[in-house]
């Protein structure tokens, strides 16, 4: 046999192995196939050609595994059993850089399905690799190092706590600032990741400088990467008054305001989440963002979109009105109760619905004119129709419960409380009837309008309980009237005709 011959064998195995990785790479890609590669145990295949003395063959074999590892845990499972995490990252560290973008994806594949694989990843020494492929030249291998680091951090404050102490921050911090902006995403979102658990966590990416880098690309043409600039500024800003403040200091206002006019909903969405981090935490931060205008500008965005993008800024309208009195009448006169009606009316969603109910409740619980303002956009019936849906889930009762509560403790516009005369259960029908003992004997008008309206007739068909509170309600708005009204209403409801004889009623 001569060497040509001998050497053929070698070329066709190689040819053959090179095959055998790029068609199961391919198979990879289709999810109907994964059950078939899996039983036929193409893990156990896969793994020596890892070392190939063929870089392709290495390569294309990574790409297959994080194709499968990114199938399921049960994939990403086998490929920590089968003891490959050890391979990738002893790779990670030699091989050239088409090899570490396969190697750092297969990580993120494993990693991207629990912390407990995540944890697997970091205990075989990743980390410190990874953050070393942060400073390769190229923008792919830095990409690829980012988003597997981001993977990791996002389960958890141990594992995000994992990622920072191995030194990926301020490099994250300095892909932000690269050229190439699908590396700029991917290290913006590690950022969020990382900040999300906790202040001290949030604490770190604000001293390594992020702030002022992000809040500078809020305006950047590109819509993948502003949502993930405007959730990174938001994880920052959720844990407390001092992180917020960091934001509002970098001055992302009035420039966050635009973003809430975006085509993309996630941005959308990600700026009123932003918004409503600040928000919620001081009445000061509130009244800053009230003068900045962004009161009427989440208004309109709830006005021009639907479903889950409207939640933060329902919710932000809601932490603004609950601080003060003057926040809550910012929120009403830039309109803020009608499209919340219409929120609660229109949305299909229960969480949605139990957001607005909570952020009219906010609105309306401060004064008889705070309450009014809510009653006349006849949302009390709606509130009171969810509250008694069956179909409704807990947390919207209780919500729409609550909303009731603090609306009617203070309403004193009357004629938006009678129709729940009719409808309402025992519980909130006391909040009802106390508000009209409350009115009645200050308020002539008030008191013939009760007869007429059949207001007081239907107060004495509520069967109380002798000595509750609703039975003293009943009590003080029949002392209103002379006894015999009240016993004509019973016996002929239909006609008024003894009116004129009680001067005080006209």
Same mark, same amino acid.
């Given at each position: 046999?001569? &060497?040509?011959?001998?050497? %053929?064998?070698?070329? +066709?195995? %190689?040819?053959?192995?090179?095959?055998?990785?790029?068609?199961?790479? =391919?198979?990879?890609?289709?999810?109907?196939?994964? =059950?078939?590669?899996?039983?036929?145990?193409?893990?156990?295949?896969?793994?020596?050609?890892?070392?190939?003395?063929?870089?392709?063959?290495?390569?294309?074999?990574?790409?297959?595994?994080?194709?499968?590892?990114?199938?399921?845990?049960?994939?990403?499972?086998?490929?920590?059993?089968?003891?490959?995490?050890?391979?990738?990252?002893?790779?990670?560290?030699?091989?050239?850089?088409?090899? !570490?973008?396969?190697?750092?994806?297969?990580?993120?594949?494993? /990693?991207?399905?629990?912390?407990?694989?995540?944890?697997?990843?970091?205990?075989?020494?990743?980390?410190?690799?990874? #953050?070393?492929?942060?400073?390769?030249?190229?923008?792919?291998?830095?990409?690829?190092?980012?988003?597997?680091?981001?993977?990791?951090?996002?389960?958890?404050?141990?594992?995000?706590?994992?990622?920072?102490?191995?030194?990926?921050?301020?490099?994250?911090?300095?892909?932000?600032?690269?050229?190439?902006?699908?590396?700029?995403?991917?290290?913006?979102?590690?950022?969020?990741?990382?900040?999300?658990?906790?202040?001290?966590?949030?604490?770190?990416?604000?001293?390594?400088?992020?702030?002022?880098?992000?809040?500078?690309?809020?305006?950047?043409?590109?819509? !993948?990467?502003?949502? &993930? #600039?405007?959730?990174?500024?938001?994880?920052?800003?959720?844990?407390?008054?001092?992180?917020?403040?960091?934001?509002?200091?970098? =001055?992302?206002?009035? #420039?966050?305001?635009?973003?809430?006019?975006?085509?993309?909903?996630?941005?959308?969405?990600?700026?009123?989440?932003?918004?409503?981090?600040?928000?919620?935490?001081?009445?000061?931060?509130?009244?800053?963002?009230?003068?900045? /205008?962004?009161?009427?500008?989440?208004?309109d965005c709830i006005g021009n979109c639907k479903g889950n993008v409207r939640l933060p800024g329902i919710m932000m309208l809601g932490y603004v009105a609950a601080h003060s009195e003057n926040l809550a009448m910012a929120v009403i006169i830039s309109k803020g109760v009608p499209q919340l009606s219409i929120c609660l009316s229109e949305e299909q969603e229960d969480h949605i619905k139990a957001a607005a109910a909570w952020a009219l409740g906010q609105i309306?619980?401060?004064?008889?004119?705070?309450?009014?303002?809510?009653?006349?956009?006849? #949302?009390?019936?709606?509130?009171?129709?969810?509250?008694?849906?069956?179909?409704?889930?807990?947390?919207? +009762?209780?919500?729409?419960?609550?909303?009731?509560?603090?609306?009617? %403790?203070?309403?004193?516009?009357?004629?938006?409380?009678?129709?729940?005369?009719?409808?309402?259960?025992?519980?909130?029908?006391?909040?009802?009837?106390? &508000?009209f003992s409350k009115v009645l004997p200050h308020d002539s008008k008030a008191r013939r309008l009760f007869v007429t309206s059949g207001g007081l007739k239907k107060v004495q068909e509520i069967k109380a309980e002798p000595g509750s509170l609703l039975q003293e309600y009943i009590n003080t708005i029949n002392n209103c009237y002379p006894e015999e009204i009240a016993v004509y209403l019973v016996v002929s409801p239909l006609t008024y005709p003894w009116l004129?004889?009680?001067?005080?009623?006209?």
């Amino acid at each position: 046999m001569s &060497q040509r011959q001998v050497l %053929q064998v070698f070329e +066709q195995y %190689q040819k053959a192995r090179t095959q055998f990785v790029q068609t199961v790479a =391919e198979l990879a890609t289709r999810p109907q196939n994964i =059950e078939t590669l899996q039983n036929a145990g193409v893990m156990s295949l896969l793994r020596p050609l890892l070392l190939d003395v063929v870089p392709t063959i290495q390569q294309t074999a990574a790409l297959a595994l994080g194709r499968l590892a990114n199938y399921n845990d049960d994939l990403a499972e086998a490929v920590v059993k089968g003891d490959i995490l050890p391979q990738l990252v002893y790779s990670l560290a030699e091989q050239n850089r088409f090899y !570490k973008k396969a190697a750092a994806f297969v990580l993120r594949a494993v /990693g991207k399905h629990s912390p407990q694989l995540a944890q697997a990843i970091v205990d075989c020494g990743a980390l410190d690799t990874l #953050v070393i492929c942060l400073e390769d030249f190229d923008p792919g291998v830095k990409e690829a190092a980012a988003w597997a680091l981001g993977y990791i951090a996002r389960h958890n404050a141990e594992l995000s706590q994992a990622v920072v102490d191995a030194g990926a921050v301020p490099l994250l911090v300095l892909c932000i600032q690269e050229p190439e902006i699908a590396l700029k995403r991917i290290a913006a979102s590690a950022l969020s990741d990382i900040s999300k658990h906790s202040p001290e966590l949030a604490q770190t990416v604000v001293d390594a400088g992020a702030i002022a880098h992000l809040a500078q690309m809020i305006l950047n043409p590109d819509a !993948k990467l502003k949502r &993930q #600039v405007l959730s990174a500024l938001s994880q920052i800003a959720k844990h407390s008054v001092d992180l917020a403040e960091m934001g509002v200091e970098a =001055e992302i206002f009035p #420039v966050v305001l635009t973003c809430l006019k975006d085509s993309d909903e996630y941005v959308k969405k990600n700026a009123a989440t932003l918004i409503r981090e600040i928000a919620k935490h001081t009445p000061e931060l509130s009244q800053l963002i009230v003068n900045a /205008g962004g009161v009427a500008a989440v208004i309109d965005c709830i006005g021009n979109c639907k479903g889950n993008v409207r939640l933060p800024g329902i919710m932000m309208l809601g932490y603004v009105a609950a601080h003060s009195e003057n926040l809550a009448m910012a929120v009403i006169i830039s309109k803020g109760v009608p499209q919340l009606s219409i929120c609660l009316s229109e949305e299909q969603e229960d969480h949605i619905k139990a957001a607005a109910a909570w952020a009219l409740g906010q609105i309306g619980r401060h004064t008889p004119e705070h309450a009014r303002a809510v009653a006349v956009t006849n #949302v009390l019936p709606v509130l009171l129709s969810l509250y008694m849906e069956t179909e409704s889930s807990e947390d919207l +009762q209780v919500k729409t419960k609550k909303a009731l509560k603090n609306i009617l %403790q203070k309403c004193t516009y009357l004629p938006a409380l009678e129709p729940l005369l009719h409808d309402a259960p025992p519980n909130i029908l006391k909040h009802v009837v106390g &508000q009209f003992s409350k009115v009645l004997p200050h308020d002539s008008k008030a008191r013939r309008l009760f007869v007429t309206s059949g207001g007081l007739k239907k107060v004495q068909e509520i069967k109380a309980e002798p000595g509750s509170l609703l039975q003293e309600y009943i009590n003080t708005i029949n002392n209103c009237y002379p006894e015999e009204i009240a016993v004509y209403l019973v016996v002929s409801p239909l006609t008024y005709p003894w009116l004129p004889q009680y001067p005080f009623l006209s």
